[in-house]
């Protein structure tokens, strides 16, 4: 009749053993995602993160002409919320002329104020969209 609670004892020390001698997996993981895309008039935000055309951000999203960022770049205040033309938008059907990565500003094309703005759709830098102000 020992022998079999001997065998449960040592059955549940080498789960124990096995248990404690197992390696430990690191819950911590850190990402880079590198510099935010180099375009004149601010990119999407969703990946690829292409650029966007002049016209799809509003004035809002430019702080003394910098473009203040979207998704893993974004750069303005936790409440803010900002207008684009989604007509510019690919997955909305957009397939006119975008910026290159890299290419400069036209100085005829000032982000400041955009002539002739149409925002209809109220974003917050985060990928969220909100309802129309």
Request: net charge positive; aromatic share 14%.
């Amino acid at each position: 009749m020992r022998r079999p609670t001997y065998l449960a004892l040592a059955a549940a020390a080498a789960i124990c053993f096995m248990a404690a001698a197992a390696p430990r997996a690191q819950a911590q993981i850190s990402i880079n995602i590198g510099a935010a895309p180099d375009c004149p008039y601010g990119y999407y935000d969703y990946a690829p993160y292409a650029c966007a055309p002049y016209g799809y951000y509003g004035p809002e999203w430019f702080a003394n002409g910098i473009f203040i960022g979207v998704g893993p770049w974004f750069h303005g205040p936790a409440n803010f919320n900002g207008h684009v033309n989604n007509h510019f938008d690919p997955r909305r059907g957009y397939k006119g002329p975008r910026p290159n990565r890299g290419e400069q500003r036209d100085p005829a094309k000032p982000v400041s104020k955009v002539a002739h703005f149409k925002g209809n759709e109220v974003r917050d830098g985060r990928g969220h969209v909100g309802s129309k102000r």
